[in-house]
């Protein structure tokens, strides 16, 4: 049974940037596409981008001058770092893997980010 | 993009049927598949239908997916309604990028 886990600090200054890191255990990042998700009471779900097993990314319109996923094989986890952030960016993250890529079948428990100084 | 709409809420008793609606506001509705997930508060969402009208394994047969072209929507049908269906459930496609719908609350009386 694949599972995902994020981890990662709950609060950020506004203006710094958000990083947070999702731990795969049961399966390997080395096939699916490797999902960002975050939801707001406000703005629902919303899609934040996705990093193939062989290292191709895409990436939301709306976010993608802001945000960046990586991914450590090695370490069977993938990353997000969004820059610039605003309390607008106040959300719960998830992480999901994506097959073909858009059937979200396994997902995170999702974390609170709060942006707040 | 396109958006999808879904209503804000739908309410019913215990063993009734809801079918709950996502309308695609451009393009046709079986250019992509959509897909619905369930989430109960405090949870993460899990998907009980995908590539349009398929359970995972694990989903009872109450719950159905189907595609309209006349109305290029997408439709969830929950039969036999249990109190364990109470949630929100949100429709999901793409085209270059994810596109969620904003989600119904299904109250069960």
Redesign the interface.
């Given at each position: 049974q694949v599972q995902l886990q994020e981890s990662g600090p709950g609060l950020v200054k506004p203006s710094e940037t958000l990083s947070l890191t999702c731990t795969v255990s049961g399966g390997s990042i080395n096939d699916y596409y490797w999902?960002w998700?975050r939801q707001t009471p406000g703005r629902?779900?919303?899609?934040i981008g996705y990093i193939h097993a062989g290292g191709s990314t895409?990436y939301?319109?709306a976010l993608k001058s802001r945000v960046t996923i990586s991914q450590d094989t090695s370490q069977n986890h993938f990353s997000l770092k969004m820059g610039s952030v605003t309390s607008a960016d106040t959300a719960v993250y998830?992480c999901a893997r994506g097959s073909y890529p858009?059937?979200?079948?396994y997902?995170?428990?999702?974390t609170l980010v709060t942006v707040s100084s | 993009n396109f958006m999808l709409t879904q209503p804000h809420s739908v309410s019913e008793s215990p063993g009734k049927t809801v079918t709950i609606s996502c309308t695609r506001s451009s393009g046709s509705i079986d250019s992509n598949y959509v897909q619905w997930y369930q989430q109960r508060p405090g949870s993460s969402p899990t998907t009980v239908i995908y590539e349009d009208n398929q359970r995972p394994s694990g989903v009872p047969d109450r719950f159905s997916g189907s595609i309209d072209t006349s109305s290029n929507s997408a439709s969830l049908t929950i039969s036999g309604l249990k109190t364990e269906d109470e949630a929100d459930y949100y429709c999901q496609s793409y085209d270059s990028s994810g596109i969620f719908g904003g989600g119904t609350r299904v109250t069960v009386l």
């Open positions: 999902t998700i629902g779900l919303e899609w895409n939301s319109p998830f858009w059937y979200f079948d997902w995170g428990q999702g | -």
